[in-house]
């Protein structure tokens, strides 16, 4: 392997060690029993890592076009984490989603079940799970002593997460219905002392949590310097919010009048809002969660056998998609997670069901090809595949604005090769299309507080805020109130990770265009989407560099 690459594997390595719960999502051997030092002495070895390693890539030269991308990446990432240190952004990070207080729960979500040894593991874990929540609490502790917090609003979520998981708003508390779960041969006993000290812990990060809510300021909006600033790591580009927010209302209008045409399609005459209320109570839908399971999965493995060969050649190994419900009190969105690296783990889609025993499914076909297949799972696994070729590092980092423009062009895909020509999925497809410019829209907008152009019959010449953003956002979003209710947590507490889909789709269909208008009738597009996906991960201002070229 190059030099950079082979230096690139060495930091994640030890970044894995650093954190275990990376080191899981990789399905890297060796700490599946241990949960990270979140601590500000756990953040200072995590940063003093990247600085130690962007030193030596300076010195490193690249030996390869491999390389050469790697080195870009790494790079960037590197110093993406020393800036956001600098900004102390590390001893504010609670949001509703993406936070450590979520993925500690989430740490064993993929973790191996199959016998007493797995079990065992599991039980190691969970034992870790009252330290691990100790050490959060002293970063938390100490960012409120340099009095650098996160909003109250994403407090009070995280405060409410940790209460469903510990049993104060359910039945029963999340731990302890997994150590249920363990078959005979497990050591029961073990098992069940540790979920108990977990959902104690549990307790108490809640209590933590809620005096922290109560302390923390009310304003959501992060303003224009931390705004570009969170936009740099979501999108690996630097951002020009101004013209992103123009072309977000374009897109927002033009997806609109598709809509309505569509609305037509479904009930002669219907609104938008018409036709989804019919789709809604006429449309197909599937009774229960198990019910709903499998027809996520019957989906997905006949988008499989559809596309391979056909528009895409799969490897074996990528043509496994498993779908699971999300355990409660997490996001309301659907998502993925990638399968380990050797493919022990699948890659899996999960469904949060929010309560609901019913499911239309108009709205969710476009969003399985976003989730499954063509979209991360085909990206993500087949950047496994590649991993032996590139590096660890460059098939498993993630840069969002790369994978989720790829997964919004994936539905788009689906629906220019004819799998939503039924008017209820094309619908679907086009409210997940308009959620997203929305997004781009408001995202933008009330953490700026940018002016709403006047001639728009929303709100013109105000100023965004997060009120008005939930406004519109309820007004066009497509959704039911508490989807988007909940989407609009996520974004005033994730600032500019919610813009990336939209703009990383632009980069993706800006490249196809570009590599068509130079090859011509040469243009194959199966051949160029396997070069897309054999280049692994990419930051948006290197994809948009790379893709007319391929």
């Not at 779908?323 to 380990?340: D, E, F, L, R, V």
């Not at 788009?412 to 799998?419: K, W």
């Not at 019959?457 to 997060?466: A, I, M």
Request: aromatic content about 8%; hydrophobic content about 45%; some cysteine.
């Amino acid at each position: 392997m190059a030099a950079v690459r082979a230096l690139a594997d060495r930091y994640l390595l030890a970044s894995a060690a650093l954190d275990p719960m990376l080191a899981t999502a990789l399905g890297l051997a060796g700490h599946d029993g241990e949960l990270p030092d979140l601590s500000p002495a756990g953040i200072k070895a995590r940063i003093e890592l990247a600085r130690t390693t962007l030193v030596e890539l300076d010195r490193t030269p690249a030996g390869d076009e491999g390389d050469r991308t790697c080195a870009s990446l790494l790079r960037d990432r590197l110093g993406l984490a020393l800036d956001l240190h600098d900004a102390q952004e590390d001893l504010r990070p609670l949001r509703v989603i993406g936070s450590p207080v979520g993925h500690l729960r989430s740490a064993f979500d993929n973790m191996a079940r199959a016998n007493a040894d797995d079990w065992s593991t599991i039980a190691t874990r969970m034992e870790a799970v009252p330290a691990a929540y100790d050490s959060l609490a002293a970063t938390l502790a100490e960012g409120r002593r340099l009095d650098v917090l996160a909003p109250r609003r994403q407090a009070e979520a995280c405060a409410e997460q940790v209460a469903t998981w510990a049993g104060l708003r359910t039945a029963t508390p999340w731990f302890v219905t997994l150590a249920g779960q363990a078959p005979v041969g497990a050591d029961q006993q073990r098992l069940a002392a540790a979920a108990r000290a977990a959902t104690e812990a549990l307790v108490d990060v809640h209590g933590i949590l809620s005096r922290y809510a109560a302390a923390a300021p009310t304003a959501d909006p992060v303003g224009r310097e931390r705004y570009v600033l969170f936009a740099r790591q979501f999108l690996g580009a630097t951002l020009d919010p101004d013209d992103a927010y123009a072309w977000g209302w374009d897109e927002h209008l033009r997806i609109e009048a598709e809509m309505v045409a569509v609305a037509n399609e479904v009930v002669a005459g219907a609104t938008i809002e018409e036709a989804r209320a019919h789709l809604e109570r006429h449309g197909h839908a599937v009774e229960g969660e198990d019910a709903l399971r499998r027809w996520l999965q019957d989906l997905m493995d006949r988008t499989v056998d559809a596309l391979d060969v056909t528009h895409f050649d799969l490897d074996p190994r990528v043509r496994t998609v498993e779908a699971m419900i999300a355990p409660p009190g997490t996001a309301a969105a659907q998502y993925y997670t990638a399968p380990s690296a050797d493919f022990g783990r699948p890659g899996r889609t999960w469904f949060p069901t929010m309560g609901a025993t019913r499911f239309p499914t108009w709205s969710e076909v476009s969003t399985c090809y976003h989730e499954g297949v063509p979209g991360h799972h085909l990206q993500l696994a087949q950047w496994r595949v590649e991993a032996e070729r590139l590096s660890l590092y460059q098939t498993s980092t993630t840069v969002s604005g790369n994978i989720e423009g790829w997964a919004l062009y994936a539905e788009r895909l689906m629906d220019e090769f004819g799998y939503l020509s039924d008017p209820g999925d094309r619908l679907g497809y086009l409210v997940g299309q308009q959620l997203r410019a929305v997004r781009v829209v408001i995202d933008i907008g009330m953490h700026l507080g940018l002016p709403i152009p006047g001639g728009q019959p929303f709100h013109p010449g105000e100023r965004w805020t997060p009120e008005l953003g939930l406004e519109f956002l309820l007004a066009h979003g497509g959704k039911n109130e508490a989807f988007l209710r909940s989407e609009w947590v996520r974004y005033l507490g994730w600032p500019g990770q919610a813009i990336s889909y939209k703009l990383g789709e632009r980069v993706w269909l800006a490249g196809r265009d570009a590599a068509r208008r130079t090859q011509g009738d040469r243009f194959d597009l199966k051949r160029w989407h396997t070069a897309a996906l054999a280049q692994g991960s990419l930051g948006l201002d290197d994809l948009a560099a790379e893709l007319p070229t391929l």
